[in-house]
Nanobody
C-alpha cells in the first residue's frame, strides 16, 4: 500500500504563505487523483483540494483563490501552495490518494503536518 509523508507546515502570521509537500512511497502517476485534507481540533477531516491524474483541480469554497494544488509525477510529489492564510486555516494537513468524484480517500493516513496561523 502506498504511504505518504507530509511536510512544510509551521507557524505563520495571518496573510502569510506556506507550501506543503507530500511525498508518496510509490508512483503517483499510477496512483491517480491526489488530495489534501485537513483536520482542525474538534472537527471532522475535510477535503481541501484535489487534483486528478490529468491535472484538473477542485477546491473547497473556503480556500478558492488562495490555495493551489499541484503535482510532480516524476518526483512522486504533491504540493499545496497556501497564500493569504487565515486563522481558520489552522489544522493538521494530510495528503492521500482518492476517488476524485466521491472525495473518498483510499490509503492509510500519514502523520500530517501542522499549520498554525496566528499573530
Amino acid at each position: 500500500q502506498v504511504q505518504f509523508v507530509e511536510s512544510g507546515g509551521g507557524l505563520v502570521q495571518p496573510g502569510g504563505s506556506l507550501r506543503l509537500s507530500c511525498l508518496a512511497s510509490g508512483s503517483i502517476f499510477s496512483i491517480g487523483a491526489m488530495g489534501w485534507y485537513r483536520q482542525a481540533p474538534g472537527m471532522q477531516r475535510e477535503l481541501v483540494a484535489a487534483i486528478s491524474s490529468g491535472g484538473n483541480a477542485k477546491y473547497v469554497d473556503s480556500v478558492k483563490g488562495r490555495f493551489t494544488i499541484s503535482r510532480d509525477n516524476a518526483k512522486n510529489l504533491v504540493y499545496l501552495q497556501m497564500n493569504s492564510l487565515k486563522p481558520e486555516d489552522t489544522a493538521v494537513y494530510y495528503c492521500n490518494n482518492l476517488d476524485y468524484g466521491l472525495n473518498r480517500p483510499f490509503s492509510s493516513w500519514g502523520q500530517g503536518t501542522q499549520v498554525t496561523v496566528s499573530s
